[in-house]
């Protein structure tokens, strides 16, 4: 693209650096205030404003809630009239002497933590409607990915960059100009795009059934963060049950930990002395742990032997391994091994702050809960029922014929945010093979639609009452048509012409598949007739006996004349393809040329008319 092309400059010409990826499993994030009456000092004020209302909409919403890997941030960028990279994969640069918010979170596999990003953006905008605000991630639009099939032909990835904001709860886009050419082929200059805010923000386009199907999954919040929790009893070292009730939300540094562990990472568990880990097997209490349920999954669904730091253990007490939880446990309790351990998260928050706070344990400074303040502390158990798919409830899920049950009740596998997606893919993929004029390029993140029509799709919908439901139509499966490309395909007769052929010759009485068997069954007959003719013809010429031949004969070759080729200048045995053979047999005359047949050529020809025959 230009805009990645301006990047590389010669290192005489004020070479800026090799432009930068946004890596994988990141949502990036950027809010602007578009307001040419305001100062850059009072642009700031409002900034700052926005971030204190964007920490004060965390702490209401994400009390209790564990991030896979990043939280959500806004950090206020000054603006000094230089450029600012921003880190996406066309790699443009950010607004010269503007100042604004961003923020990176690193949502690991959790992808609904990325979802919960937009909602709170969503909801930001909303409270603040003078911000513009602007997120995407490796993948680039995904807002626009998630509203495919409902976007105008022109809207493709080439062209997509910077066009798409967040204003109100709305969904914008900045539309193509008749008049600029350049304008409509290629992403924008996030300059040109503020500027088209500020001066044309009447003409941005906003259809609302694009909008609901890129935020379609963020009708399911605010009540799915709750819902993305979970609770588990598990036996864990007393130390680590204090750090953990200090902070629930450290437990997802350390579950990463184990799911990407290596051997070296595995080599302080390998100690026979538990002395010297930070956690050691010992002092066992049994709690409740906060889990997203990603990382609950993942350490849920791992083999892990018993390492030697607590194989020991494991000897003295053999009832251990009955205790409830116990196997997670260990595997936390590893976890925060491997977490503290490798010098490579030495500067991690998290790090510094358990490490702290088990100095502060080893100097007095701090106490250990004892089992009264435990027997205390929350002993909420979730089930884990979501784990477990039946595959019989996904084929019905598949086909569409579970139905929904009563709320709170789960009516298939997973839980009712799987199903929803489920559904929703299996109806797009449906969409897809439903639409005659489809190609493989329909199949691709952003559908080649009418311009007309998806400009008009507000208007559509507002009169039909709503995006029409996809799922109820049904692939039509034309079996015709099938066995017809099929024929052609195989290179086979159509049926129509079999069914006309069969007609004009069809006895009377005879259907016309019995009139097709019977042609087949004849012609069958007619080539065994002229293979037994051919048979018999080389029987009598001596070509399939393996018996030696006559002295006469071979004195007289002419006596060996096929009947049919009397008068008719055929090739004789004379004729025939020969070869000498030296005999090893002491009693043979060996002077005397032997006529052999090559009954190989011969075996193969008569295969050859037997394949015929078959077919």
Known sequence: MENQQDNFKWFGEGFDGFPKILPDDCVQYVLYVTDAKLSDFDI????????????????????????????????LIQGQGRSKPILNPSCSLMSEGHSFLQGRTNFGDSIEDEWLVVYLLRELSRKFPQSWIRVFDSDGEFLLIEAADQLPKWLNPDVAENRIWINGGRLLIIPKLPTNKSFNTTGLKIDDALTFIQTREPDLLHTSSIESEAFHRLQKYPTQIKESLHYAMITIPRKLACVLHDNASRISPAVEAFYLRDPIALRPLQLHRPSRLFFPPEDFVTVSVKFAKVGYAQIKGQDFPTPPAWVAYTAKDPKARGRSGWDVGMKITCGFEMLLSDPQNVDKKPVREIKLLLEDLDAGEEQLPSDNDISQWDHTVDDESWLDIDFNDFDRELSGKTDAGPAGQGGGFGDRAAQANLRR??????????????????????????????????????????????????????????TSMMRDMMGLPPVAALDNAADLGAKPGLGAAAQMQKDSVEEKQEIRE????????????????????????????????????????ATTVSDMPR??????????AVDDEVLNIDFDRVKDLLKGYGDSWKV
């Open 530 to 569: 002229v293979m037994d003719d051919m048979e018999e013809e080389l029987r009598q010429a001596g070509a399939l006996s393996l018996e030696p031949l006559p002295e006469e004969i071979i004195a007289d070759p002419e006596r060996l004349s096929l009947p049919s080729a009397q008068n008719s200048g």
């Open 44 to 75: 700031r004020k409002q900034l700052r404003t926005i971030q204190i209302a964007a920490n004060a909409l965390c702490k209401s919403l994400l009390k209790d809630f564990i991030w896979q890997r990043d939280a959500f941030c806004l950090e």
């Open 425 to 482: 893919m299996v109806t797009r993929f449906e969409k897809f093979l439903n639409d005659d004029d489809g190609t493989a390029e329909d199949a691709d993140f952003f559908d080649d639609t009418d311009d007309e029509n998806t400009s008009n799709t507000s208007d559509e919908t507002a009169s039909r009452g709503g995006v029409m439901d996809e799922a109820e139509e049904e692939i039509d499966f034309d079996e015709d048509r099938f």
């Open 579 to 588: 070869f000498s053979e030296a005999s090893t047999n002491e009693e043979s």
